[in-house]
């Protein structure tokens, strides 16, 4: 994932990272029940227990605030390390950890409160959808292409398209019980069911992208 544009760089003081903390927890709380329109930079510092100078001097204005919410929703649960693993990590196990991370993602209250906010604003304000694509979505199939690619340069796995593949894994993951999810006809997956679903969707998806086997010696 990209660096947050959000923090500070250059010289000066570094900021108040707990401030930092407070003010993107409380604009997820009020971007979540009050929605984007219905979210000031006002109302965030007040929840946040700041000034609104402070909320402006770490967010320069409320799309770079909800920009580096979705971020910071994203990286809790997908961390940059998971898409750059030792060299020689299996590739499986590789595919597991992030698989049960995005799984782990999506399936959180706020992530599933996040998206039917997303769609029921789409019509409505397509700038904020494609915040949020570009926030969030985006930067994952980003580090899944670049990962894919490295496994296909290293013969692990033979991939012709990496960014397509990436959206292979991904939607494989979301699959029918996240759609459900977001219908609320369904309770998010219990820990054994989540290791099975997970399982079989990087197992599908090795079996899909494994090398070409040298083909088997003709009998004399």
């Known amino acids: 994932m990209p660096n947050d544009p959000a923090l500070p760089s250059g010289p000066g003081r570094p900021k108040d990272l707990v401030k930092r903390e407070a003010i993107l927890q409380a604009a997820k709380v009020l971007f979540l029940s009050n929605g984007y329109s219905g979210t000031s930079m006002d109302a965030v510092a007040a929840q946040a227990g700041v000034?609104?100078?402070?909320?402006?001097?770490?967010?320069?204005?409320?799309?770079t605030l909800f920009s580096a919410a979705v971020i910071a929703t994203c990286q809790a649960q997908l961390p940059e390390v998971l898409f750059d693993p030792p060299q020689g990590a299996p590739i499986k196990e590789v595919l597991l950890d992030i698989g049960r991370g995005f799984h782990a993602l999506i399936s959180s209250q706020e992530s599933v409160n996040l998206h039917r906010l997303i769609i029921a604003l789409g019509s409505q304000d397509p700038k904020l959808c494609q915040i949020f694509f570009e926030a969030g979505p985006l930067p994952l199939l980003k580090e899944m292409e670049r990962l894919l690619k490295r496994?296909?340069?290293?013969?692990?796995?033979?991939?012709?398209?990496?960014?397509?593949?990436?959206?292979?894994?991904?939607?494989?993951l979301k699959g029918a019980p996240h759609f459900r999810l977001l219908l609320g006809c369904s309770e998010p997956l219990d820990e054994v069911a989540i290791e099975r679903h997970v399982g079989a969707v990087v197992e599908l998806f090795v079996r899909a992208y494994r090398p070409d086997q040298e083909p088997?010696?003709?009998s004399t």
Do not use: C, W
């Open 216 to 218: 088997e010696p003709r």
């Open 51 to 63: 000034s609104k100078l402070t909320v402006y001097g770490h967010f320069t204005d409320k799309e």
């Open 151 to 172: 496994m296909n340069q290293n013969g692990g796995l033979a991939i012709q398209d990496p960014h397509l593949a990436a959206e292979h894994f991904f939607s494989l």
